[in-house]
Every structure is written in structure tokens, then in C-alpha cells.
């Protein structure tokens, strides 16, 4: 795979591709080379057929600190409205592959913000998340008030965002946001995100893509037009290979041999 300066790349098991964020003197702020470094990655392995999901994370001390203060500092309304400032990071948002983040140390306000961009999110015990925005004169610019208040409801969000205090892994799994936290140790999250990728990416990958589309239709759509969207998805299903063979092999008491058509 690619070199990049501020991130770092591999395949750490069978169809799984891993990226580290890799600014550790920033604690990973997410500058925009950063960003654009990371939506070239996760747009490569979109598109490469020997990766069925994604796993994506920071170091020990910070997942990320959050958007670049030192570089947003000086910008004016006319730069950060004309340039559509921060637009570009909700790209992670449209890839079909599911991407898993795995969060150890600082997850604060973009950093929180991206890790809520992703499908799973995994926490270790350290993990610390928080929208600190206020603190320093703005409010979230990532997609902080509008996928936290869809997760974890409008009473903490509301205080999240008004008083910028943190939160721990305890809270955010108590509160629905973590799908778990993963033991104590260094590395520990990243094997369990692994791991998780690499079950995910051993199934049908059409299967997979739409089992995506179909959750996220909960968070895009009315209960009505969802549950159409799910059945849809469904029903097409029944056009491919996989479900002919998940089926038969089911019933043939066998492992399904999965064609990803
Ligand atoms: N932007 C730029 N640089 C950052 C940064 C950020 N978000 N967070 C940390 N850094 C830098 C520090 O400036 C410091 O650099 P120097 O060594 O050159 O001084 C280095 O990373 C290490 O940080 P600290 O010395 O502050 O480490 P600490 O352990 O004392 O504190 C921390 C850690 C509590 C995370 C603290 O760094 C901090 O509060 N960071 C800012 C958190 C924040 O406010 N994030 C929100 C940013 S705004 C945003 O994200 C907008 C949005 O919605 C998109």
C-alpha cells in the first residue's frame, strides 16, 4: 500500500485493512493534510477487492485531539464558508465497506466526531471522549450535535456541548454509543477491531454492504421509509449467489462458499 506522512497503512489479517493516524507530537489533531491523506486511504481500500472492512485508529495516549486548533486559529468567515471547511470529512460517511474504530486515549471534538463517522466504534478502559468545542469559542463543526443527539439523546448531548466536559469509555458504553470496551492492555482494541473485521469480512460481501445501508437508513430516515429500505435491500438478496448458497448450504449441513455475487 501507499506511503503517507501522516498516517499509516497495512493488512494486518485476511481482508482487513488497518489506518493508524500517525501525528503523534499533535496527539493526531486532524490537520486538513491529515484528512485528505485519510480519505485517499479509506476511498483506496473502498475500492480494493482484497478488503472487506476497515479498521481505524489512533495511539495509546489519543485516537485524535481533535480538529487542528493551531491551523484553524487565524482563518476567517470567508475562508472556512468558501472553502467549505470540514466538508470533505464526512466522506467517510458514503464507503460501502464498514470501518470499525478502535479508541484508546483522547477522542476529543473532531476525534469524537469522527469516530462516531464510523460503523463501530470499540473503546479501551482509556479511552476519553469529549466535545471541548466551547471551550475554545466555537460549537462542534464535525457532525458533533447531530450524530451524539441521535445516539446517546438530546439531554446529554445538550450538556456534552454546553459545558465541553469529558466523557469516559464507561459512560459512552452505558450510554449506547460504544458497542463495547475491550479489556485492559496496549493494543488490546486494535486486535478486538481486527478480529471484528476480519468476521465481518469473511461474509457475502453484498450481504455485508447492504446490512450497512440498512442500518444506517435508521439514522437517515423515518421508521416507515426504513423499513422499506431494509426490505428492499432484502428482497434483492434473493438476486445473488450468496443467498442461494448461504441457504442450500444451511440446509445441506455444510460452510457456505461465499462468490461476494
Ligand atoms: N490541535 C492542535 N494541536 C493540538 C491539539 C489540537 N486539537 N491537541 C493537542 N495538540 C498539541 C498541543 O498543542 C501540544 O503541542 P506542543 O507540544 O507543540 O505544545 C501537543 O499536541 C501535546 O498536547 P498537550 O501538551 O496539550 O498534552 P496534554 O496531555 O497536556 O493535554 C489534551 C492533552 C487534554 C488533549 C489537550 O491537548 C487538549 O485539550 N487539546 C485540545 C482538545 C480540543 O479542544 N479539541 C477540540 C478541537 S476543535 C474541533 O475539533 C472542532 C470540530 O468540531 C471539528
Not at 459512552?172 to 486486535?191: F, I, L, N, P, T
Not at 446490512?211 to 434473493?238: D, I
Amino acid at each position: 500500500t501507499k506511503q503517507y506522512e501522516y498516517i499509516l497503512t497495512s493488512k494486518p489479517a485476511e481482508g482487513v485493512a488497518l489506518i493508524t493516524l500517525n501525528r503523534p507530537k499533535a496527539l493526531n489533531a486532524l490537520s486538513s493534510p491529515l484528512f485528505a491523506e485519510l480519505n485517499e486511504a479509506v476511498a483506496e481500500f473502498d475500492e480494493d477487492h482484497s478488503v472487506g472492512a476497515i479498521v481505524l485508529t489512533g495511539s495509546e495516549r489519543a485516537f485524535a485531539a481533535g480538529a487542528d486548533i493551531k491551523e484553524m486559529k487565524d482563518k476567517t468567515l470567508n475562508e472556512v464558508y468558501q472553502n467549505r471547511f470540514l466538508e470533505d470529512w464526512g466522506k467517510i460517511t458514503s464507503l460501502r465497506k464498514p470501518i470499525i474504530a478502535a479508541v484508546s486515549g483522547y477522542a476529543l471534538g473532531g476525534g469524537c466526531e469522527l469516530a462516531l463517522m464510523c460503523d463501530i466504534i470499540l473503546a479501551s478502559p482509556t479511552a476519553t471522549f469529549g466535545q471541548p468545542e466551547i471551550n475554545i469559542g466555537v460549537i462542534p463543526g464535525g457532525g458533533g450535535t447531530q450524530r451524539l443527539a441521535r445516539v446517546i439523546g438530546k439531554s446529554r448531548t445538550m450538556e456534552l456541548t454546553l459545558t465541553g466536559r469529558t466523557f469516559s469509555a464507561a459512560e459512552a458504553e452505558s450510554w449506547g454509543m460504544v458497542s463495547r470496551v475491550v479489556g485492559e492492555g496496549d493494543g488490546k482494541v486494535v486486535e478486538e477491531a481486527v478480529a471484528m473485521a476480519k468476521t465481518i469480512a469473511s461474509k457475502g460481501r453484498l450481504a455485508v454492504q447492504a446490512g450497512k445501508e440498512a442500518v444506517n437508513a435508521a439514522y437517515e430516515q423515518t421508521l416507515r421509509e426504513g423499513l422499506n429500505t431494509e426490505r428492499k435491500l432484502f428482497h434483492m438478496l434473493f438476486a445473488t449467489h450468496d443467498q442461494k448458497e448461504g441457504m442450500s448450504a444451511f440446509a445441506e449441513k455444510r460452510k457456505p462458499v461465499w462468490k461476494n455475487a
